[in-house]
């Protein structure tokens, strides 16, 4: 065994100790939702009363009266600790609590908990916020994401909700195509706050391939888990596009901001089969519930959303000192009051260093992960390169034979299925396919094959991007002269200066065919800015 290392000589003697036994704090998941009840501070009461039950079952003892009466305390028994901070004044009234628990099966993983209730004199409803938080020494936390049965306590003793949805732990199940047109409508709800994980059933099949009431019940708060029988499914394939659908006993994460023309790769689809207890059903119940957790985190704002236990206590120890000052007291109890506030302040700091060193550590690791990413996406585009030479090196064309989209509404998945690897539209293409007006999509089509192959080809060989030329019957390759525009891509700003485009002067949607694009050498693939309109610019 290697024994530590010391870094400062002296004594006491520090010792750095090894990496594996360094504990880190990080943050797995986070709850906000706003109290049911008219009256605010009626509401955050009984809210109060139901958090002290469940933290007394935490720690295993009863806490002291001055919890119930929502003052500051501090209890431990055994390991565990519950920590309890509030105060008034004329613009809020906070109260927190923080609940430090050992793991009863890993030794040195601590969980703990945060509440935070709140509300303003005269608002219409108390607010509720929730952290969990784990320090462990494992370099990989080895669990299964839950929301706390604190959470599903308030939702079921208090009621909570979050916007105008009532939390209640259960699942939507779709029983009606306008129930499915109105799943729709939220998953393209740009205020949508948390990831719908939607469940489709598979044919001749009553439950879907996943356990889908245990997702609902461990993800309150943090998604909304949606089941679609196999009769209704057909609905979000025939208004999203197969892409962006769910099917046949899949489950997919629709994440908040999704749109009409998202990358499915964005939205993590699950193949899954008849038994929610095999072992693939098992894991992507696994996946789903971090990805809701993770997405918790990343999307509430810490001190606007959520509220840390820190920053309650620090406020209200604020409140006391400033409080015992104004009142004259003793100077021994304003002493006191400091020495408490500098040692929150020190607890606050040893915790924001554990928390900085995990945020460090998951950059290196995601950044590492983005580069092997990388290197195999790089690696799949040579291979489809080395296909598509061999397919021409036995005489054949690697689109021949391939049918061509007969009409718009299903143009841009044509695309993802036909040109990968070669051919990408952006969003504003995506959009623009859906609702094109031009009425021969299939010469669009063989545009972009001829873009795929004869353009590509000659780009990835080293030609110059100036080939102007005939593309197919009525159709050119030319510069696009005063309309070249600046496009968004990749966190850059790339010009568009080549566009394929039929004859005539026609600006008549129905009859003029403009594919602007660009040739991205980083991914060596064609990029589709936008099609098949002219647009407007400001020479036009």
């Given amino acids: 065994m290697n024994s530590p290392e010391p870094i400062v000589a002296g004594s006491p003697r520090l010792v750095k100790l090894p990496e594996s036994t360094r504990v880190r704090e990080r943050e797995l998941l986070r709850v906000a939702g706003q109290l049911a009840g008219a009256d605010a501070a009626t509401a955050a009461q009984a809210a109060r009363v139901e958090v002290l039950k469940w933290a007394a079952l935490q720690i295993g003892d009863q806490l002291p009266p001055l919890a119930a009466d929502g003052q500051s305390f501090e209890h431990l028994r055994g390991g565990r600790t519950c920590i309890g901070a509030g105060f008034a004044d004329d613009h809020r009234a906070l109260w927190a609590l923080r609940v430090d628990r050992p793991d009863a099966n890993v030794a040195q993983r601590t969980w703990t908990t945060e509440v935070v209730i709140g509300h303003a004199p005269g608002a219409s409803s108390a607010l509720f916020s929730l952290r969990l938080l784990a320090s462990t020494p494992e370099s990989t936390l080895r669990v299964e994401p839950a929301v706390p049965g604190l959470v599903r306590q308030i939702a079921s003793a208090c009621g909570l909700r979050q916007g105008g949805n009532q939390l209640d732990g259960s699942t939507w199940h779709i029983a009606s195509e306008d129930e499915a047109e109105q799943l729709i409508v939220e998953l393209l709800d740009p205020t949508r706050p948390v990831p719908y994980m939607v469940c489709s059933v598979a044919e001749r099949e009553t439950l879907p391939g996943i356990n889908s009431q245990l997702l609902a019940k461990v993800t309150l708060g943090i998604a909304r888990v949606v089941v679609v029988p196999a009769n209704y499914t ?87 000192r400033e409080r015992l000052k104004q009142a004259g007291s003793a100077d021994i109890e304003q002493l006191r009051a400091a020495q408490a506030q500098i040692d929150a302040l020190k607890d606050d700091l040893r915790r924001s260093a554990e928390t900085q060193q995990w945020l460090s550590d998951e950059h290196k690791s995601i950044e590492e992960h983005a580069q092997n990413l990388e290197q195999q996406l790089r690696g799949a585009q040579f291979r489809i390169h080395q296909l598509l030479d061999q397919i021409k090196a036995r005489g054949d064309e690697p689109d021949a034979g391939i049918p061509l989209p007969e009409g718009w509404d299903t143009f841009a998945d044509w695309c993802d299925e036909v040109l990968s690897g070669r051919v990408v539209l952006s969003a504003r293409a995506r959009r623009e396919t859906k609702s094109a007006d031009f009425d021969d999509p299939q010469t669009a089509a063989r545009c972009l094959l001829w873009l795929a192959n004869e353009y590509r080809d000659s780009r990835i060989n080293g030609a110059s991007s100036d080939l102007r030329k005939p593309v197919d019957e009525g159709i050119h390759n030319e510069r696009c002269g005063a309309d070249s525009f600046a496009f968004g891509w990749s966190n850059r700003k790339v010009s568009v200066e080549w566009h394929l485009k039929n004859g005539g002067n026609t600006r008549d949607p129905r009859r003029c065919l403009r594919i602007y694009y660009f040739w991205d050498e980083g991914s060596q693939l064609v990029v589709i800015a936008t099609m098949p309109a002219h647009i407007r610019t400001g020479a036009t």
């Fill in 234 to 320: 057909w609905v979000l394939t025939q208004q999203l596009g197969k892409p962006l659908s769910v099917f046949n006993g899949a489950a997919r994460a629709y994440m908040p901001g999704f749109t009409y023309d998202a990358n499915p790769f964005a939205h993590r689809l699950f193949f899954l089969g008849n038994n929610a207890e095999d072992e693939r059903a098992r894991s992507a119940l696994t996946a789903l519930r971090w990805i809701a957790a993770n997405e918790s985190v990343r999307r509430l704002q810490l001190g606007t959303d959520v509220l840390a236990f820190s920053a309650v206590r620090d406020a209200s120890l604020d409140f006391e």
